[in-house]
């Protein structure tokens, strides 16, 4: 059974650093694709960051691209999302999220995904 466990979120002022982590088991993890989601209070979840874990090819939204890096650790089935000049308006829940099965176009669609971890807070103060 695929699972995902997150951990890292937090409080941080405006302009400072987060880095999250999403460890993946039950799957291959050098095939399919990871990708970061978050949600704030009142607001549809958005696709912020995505990775191929094989290739290591990597898709950003425009509202976090240069801020935010993506990476993966294959010998630890652990994707990071590295966060940088954090705003208030990062602030949300943010889920990891997989699909095991292989390559899927529109990787920043939730739709994309068939397994998700259990959310963790950033909260970024002014």
């Known amino acids: 059974q695929v699972q995902l466990v997150e951990s890292g979120g937090g409080s941080v002022q405006a302009g400072g650093s987060l880095k999250l982590s999403c460890t993946a088991s039950g799957y291959t993890f050098s095939r399919g694709l990871v990708g970061w989601f978050r949600q704030a209070p009142g607001k549809a979840r958005e696709g912020v960051a995505a990775?191929?874990?094989?290739?290591?090819?990597?898709y950003y939204a425009d509202s976090v691209k240069a801020r935010y890096t993506i990476s993966r650790d294959s010998a630890k089935n652990t994707v990071y999302l590295q966060m940088k000049s954090l705003q208030p308006d990062d602030t949300a829940m943010y889920y990891c999220?997989?699909?095991?099965?292989?390559?899927?176009?529109?990787?920043?669609?939730?739709?994309?995904?068939?397994?998700w971890g259990q959310g963790n807070q950033v909260t970024v103060s002014s």
């Open positions: 990775v191929y874990t094989g290739s290591g090819s990597t």
């Open positions: 999220a997989a699909n095991p099965y292989g390559a899927a176009a529109a990787p920043l669609t939730e739709a994309r995904y068939n397994f």
